[in-house]
Structures are given as C-alpha cells and as structure tokens.
C-alpha cells in the first residue's frame, strides 16, 4: 500500500504519509482484493473529563468517476469515548473488510454530532458539566490518496488528536470537534516511551491551572530538526508538532512521571512541557516554557525509551 498525499487541515496536526503493507488477506486465489481493517484512538487534552462520540458511517471512495461506498461498522452506531482509546484499547471501526484492490481517492468518517439538543456526541468537563459536541459538515476525512494491493490486509490506527482538534468557542454553544488525524500503519507501529523527572513540574506549573499540577504535563513530539513551539502556527513559519504524550504518575512511577505514543518509524525530536493547558489550537505564541529538544529514533523492533531529562 502506498499513500499518495496526507491529510493536513489549516492549523490542525499533519496526518502521517504511510508507506507498507503487510501480507496476508484475499481469498489465496488471486482474486483482486484485499482487507481493510481501521481502528480509532486518540491523543489526550486538558480540561474535560471525557468526549463521546457516536460514529454512524465509513465510506471508501474509490479512484474515479465511482460513488463512495459505505464500509460495514464493526458495531452501528458506534459510540466512543475518546479519552479512553490508545493504541492498545482502540476502537475498531472495521476489521478485515474486504475491498477491491486498487487506488481510493479517501476515508471518511461520519459522526453524529450536531446542536441539536440531542446528546448523541457531547463533552463532559472536568468540572461536571455536559455540553453538546459539534463536528462540522458531520463528515470528516480520515485519509487521502492511498492504494489497496492485491491479497494485502491494510490495518489502520487513527489518531483524533484532541488537543488540535477539541474547541470551546467563546460566545457559541458546546464544543467543536475539528479534523484532525494522524494515520499510522498498525503493522509498522514505532512506540515512544520513558519518564519525565518530578523535578520538572513544580513552581510555575500551576500557570495553566493553579489548582491541580497534574494539568498540562505533556511531551511534544516534533519532527527531527524542528524547534520546539505551541501547537498552532497561524504565519507557516514554524514546524507543528505531530504527537502528544500525556506524562502522567501511576503506582510505579513515584514522583516521577510516565509517557507513551506510538508513532511512524522514523527520527523526532521531543521535548516536555507543564503548561500544555495555556496551548490554544486557535491562537499563536502560547507560551509553554518546553524543555531542551531530545533526539530519539523510532523503530519497530522494541519500544524506544528515552527519559527526560536524560541521564547526564
């Protein structure tokens, strides 16, 4: 399978170009299909407690003058809450579907998400409220311009990354889910894992909520090269992160904190920030006070480990 374009909405995270293809899938025939599995996850936010989604429709478009085919759902409708999915509990959308191999134009979603005073999507916030969740159009594009190889099972994971895309819109009603993906290939899957020191989240950590430290604790994944910034670049000057990982403590951590996303193979920069609560996907130079970038390579032969800050 090859992807000819990504998916990358004006100030929304860039989607991954994937590239490879496992075997398998087909009839062992020959016959032109193959199989086309797409699960969901998700990249956490700050200041709500949950988001729930009810997705009603997949549609595959093929190359050419053809209609969007509707794809059968694993479970119809499907109903989510996002900030419960990783890579490793996702959501299947569509497991093993078989297509015709050949070249689709993209993958669509559909969502069940209007204000309409109906609570088929909403947002709990982390104060208790319940507030109604819209996703513009009701049709988002999951990825563009990819190829379904003959007698090959295509697995996606698909990242709705919450922190580009969850919106509270002063002055409007409820929240505003946005499109924005990142695509990984779920058999060439690289992850990204380690511990943030305590030592880092301290005085001055209580800027993007004064009462609770654990807010905003974040390790930003950049491209390998790109100077650590906020999540929106309005000018085109910077380089947008293209991953999150929330750093959070657990029984065996301490005092310390722990992070973990997958990723493309590849070469990145990452760098931790506690101020990710102040990170406005609508506003530009959002101040974050980020670490020293670390360089660390992805592969898919164990998961990369990488400590910040790192072992003098």
């Given at each position: 399978?090859?992807?000819?374009?990504?998916?990358?909405?004006?100030a929304?995270?860039?989607?991954?170009?994937?590239?490879?293809?496992?075997g398998?899938?087909?009839?062992?025939?020959g016959s032109?299909?193959?199989?086309?599995?797409?699960?969901?996850?998700?990249?956490?936010?700050?200041?709500?407690?949950?988001?729930?989604?009810?997705?009603?429709?997949?549609?595959?478009?093929p190359?050419?003058?053809?209609?969007?085919?509707?794809?059968?759902?694993?479970?119809?409708?499907?109903?989510?809450?996002?900030?419960?999915?990783?890579?490793?509990?996702?959501?299947?959308?569509?497991?093993?579907?078989?297509?015709?191999?050949?070249?689709?134009?993209?993958?669509?979603?559909?969502?069940?998400?209007?204000?309409?005073?109906?609570?088929?999507?909403?947002?709990?916030?982390?104060?208790?409220?319940?507030?109604?969740?819209?996703?513009?159009?009701?049709?988002?594009?999951?990825?563009?311009?990819?190829?379904?190889?003959?007698?090959?099972?295509?697995?996606?994971?698909?990242?709705?990354?919450?922190?580009a895309?969850?919106?509270?819109?002063?002055?409007?009603?409820?929240?505003?889910?946005?499109?924005?993906?990142?695509?990984?290939?779920?058999?060439?899957?690289?992850?990204?894992?380690?511990?943030?020191?305590?030592?880092?989240?301290?005085?001055?950590?209580?800027?993007?909520?004064?009462?609770?430290?654990?807010?905003?604790?974040?390790?930003?994944v950049?491209?390998?090269?790109?100077?650590?910034?906020?999540?929106?670049?309005?000018?085109?000057?910077?380089?947008?992160?293209?991953?999150?990982?929330?750093?959070?403590?657990?029984?065996?951590?301490?005092?310390?904190?722990?992070?973990?996303?997958?990723?493309?193979?590849?070469?990145?920069?990452?760098?931790?920030?506690?101020?990710?609560?102040?990170?406005?996907?609508?506003?530009?130079?959002?101040?974050?006070?980020f670490?020293?970038?670390?360089?660390?390579?992805?592969?898919?032969?164990?998961?990369?480990?990488?400590?910040?800050?790192?072992?003098?």
């Open positions: 399978m090859g992807f000819r374009q990504s998916v990358r909405p004006a929304v995270a860039a989607a991954f170009a994937l590239a490879g293809c496992s398998g899938g087909g009839d062992g025939g032109a299909t193959g199989t086309l599995s797409v699960s969901l996850m998700d990249a956490p936010v700050d200041g709500v407690a949950s988001v729930h989604v009810e997705i009603a429709k997949l549609w595959l478009k190359a050419g003058e053809g209609p969007a085919v509707e794809l059968p759902l694993a479970n119809a409708p499907l109903r989510v809450n996002l900030l419960e999915l990783r890579d490793d509990n996702a959501a299947v959308l569509i497991d093993g579907a078989s297509v015709p191999a050949g070249e689709y134009e993209w993958l669509a979603m559909d969502v069940n998400a209007e204000f309409d005073n109906v609570l088929d999507s909403y947002v709990m916030t982390a104060i208790g409220g319940q507030e109604e969740l819209r996703v513009p159009s009701g049709r988002v594009r999951l990825v563009s311009g990819f190829e379904v190889a003959p007698n090959q099972a295509v697995r996606l994971l698909v990242d709705w990354d919450l922190r895309a969850l919106v509270n819109p002063g002055g409007q009603p409820g929240y505003l889910l946005r499109p924005a993906f990142r695509v990984l290939h779920a058999d060439a899957l690289g992850i990204l894992t380690g511990t943030v020191s305590g030592t880092l989240v301290g005085p001055g950590c209580e800027a993007d909520d004064p009462n609770d430290l654990a807010v905003g604790n974040v390790v930003y950049f491209p390998a090269g790109a100077t650590p910034n906020d999540l929106d670049d309005v000018d085109g000057a910077d380089v947008e992160p293209v991953a999150f990982a929330d750093a959070v403590q657990t029984p065996t951590s301490g005092a310390d904190f722990e992070y973990r996303v997958a990723l493309a193979p590849g070469a990145y920069d990452i760098a931790f920030t506690c101020l990710a609560g102040n990170d406005d996907p609508e506003a530009e130079g959002d101040v974050l006070d670490t020293d970038a670390v360089s660390v390579e992805v592969t898919t032969a164990a998961p990369t480990v990488v400590d910040l800050p790192p072992a003098p």
